[in-house]
């Protein structure tokens, strides 16, 4: 595909319809639902808790499905209702995540699959940021903890190369599905569409091989080399942003565990009336300081009684 974001299109593409809902994080990379939208679908956030990692707020995801799917029932009431006409298509997981750095547990993953395995849901896993990951914050494959409950629910994993050997400019994506004898119509329909859009160039897709599964003792040791001094210096770098940022007046970093992000809330109580929210810090701050970092709403958290956690954040990328 074209990049991870193009596997992200075929995969959701294919899977949803028009009125359809997709179930994404909040904050989240604001690309699902220019996607899902751009099919007539709709996206309905569920939380991300701040307090406890940036993992999934589960009870708030099931109670979303459920809300989403007995409206679905209330307005079919008069057709059968089944797996083609229900609401909620899949749950979207992004790990690590952007724009938070959150590395999920192995035992939150088996978590959510559990909530996905008892709505019978597919999970579409977004892992363009692979092993990027500091200390003892380890990446698990979604498809892999799947296996070890028995494989109760379908996994489309979008990944890529871009961000995990820095070459966005390759444009090398891909989507895999694990366990898709239930949306085996889905996969084909990804198939087709893949025949149609323009991919990476054969020379780029011809060092995929070498990159994933290099052919010598040699050269795994190589790559494994680069990778941990690459790991190394981000890792650094975010030990810094850390340490800076939490000298900084009014403001208090929620460290990263992966990724290149990091979150940093704003305690606007601390700041005179200037201040109120994330937008007004962010303009500030270019205006001041000639520095851009992108405010929470960008990645879904506006002000709204509906969210419960504050909003008053901003991404940076180190």
């Not at 294919?14 to 604001?30: I, M, N």
């Not at 891909?174 to 054969?202: C, P």
Request: hydrophobic share 45%.
């Amino acid at each position: 595909a074209n990049g991870g974001s193009g596997a992200l299109e075929l995969a959701l593409t294919a899977l949803l319809d028009e009125d359809s809902v997709l179930l994404v994080p909040r904050p989240g990379f604001p690309l699902y639902q220019v996607i899902a939208e751009s099919h007539g679908a709709r996206v309905v956030h569920y939380d991300l808790l701040p307090q406890s990692g940036w993992e999934c707020d589960l009870n708030h995801m099931e109670s979303i499905i459920l809300h989403e799917e007995e409206e679905a029932m209330r307005k079919n009431c008069e057709k059968k209702y089944d797996a083609k006409n229900r609401a909620v298509r899949a749950i979207l997981i992004n790990n690590p995540s952007n724009p938070t750095g959150a590395v999920y547990s192995e035992s939150h993953l088996m978590d959510i699959i559990r909530v996905a395995a008892r709505h019978r849901l597919p999970i579409i896993s977004d892992e363009i940021y692979g092993d990027m990951t500091f200390a003892n914050n380890l990446f698990r494959p979604m498809a892999s903890v799947s296996v070890k409950l028995g494989n109760q629910v379908p996994i489309i994993t979008a990944s890529g190369l871009g961000k995990q050997y820095l070459v966005p400019g390759w444009r090398l994506g891909w989507i895999v599905f694990s366990n898709n004898k239930a949306i085996q119509a889905v996969k084909k329909g990804a198939q087709r569409l893949a025949q149609v859009v323009l991919g990476a160039s054969h020379l780029a897709q011809v060092a995929i091989p070498a990159v994933l599964d290099p052919p010598s003792e040699e050269d795994r040791a190589c790559v494994a080399s680069w990778k941990d001094e690459l790991l190394s210096i981000i890792e650094d770098q975010s030990n810094l942003l850390c340490i800076l940022i939490n000298q900084c007046y009014g403001l208090e970093v929620i460290p990263a565990q992966g990724a290149m992000y990091a979150m940093v809330k704003i305690h606007v109580d601390k700041f005179d009336d200037t201040i109120v929210d994330d937008l007004t810090f962010m303009k500030l701050l270019l205006v001041e300081e000639n520095v851009v970092v992108l405010p929470g709403r960008a990645f879904g958290l506006e002000i709204s009684a509906e969210i419960n956690i504050s909003c008053h954040v901003f991404r940076v990328v180190f």
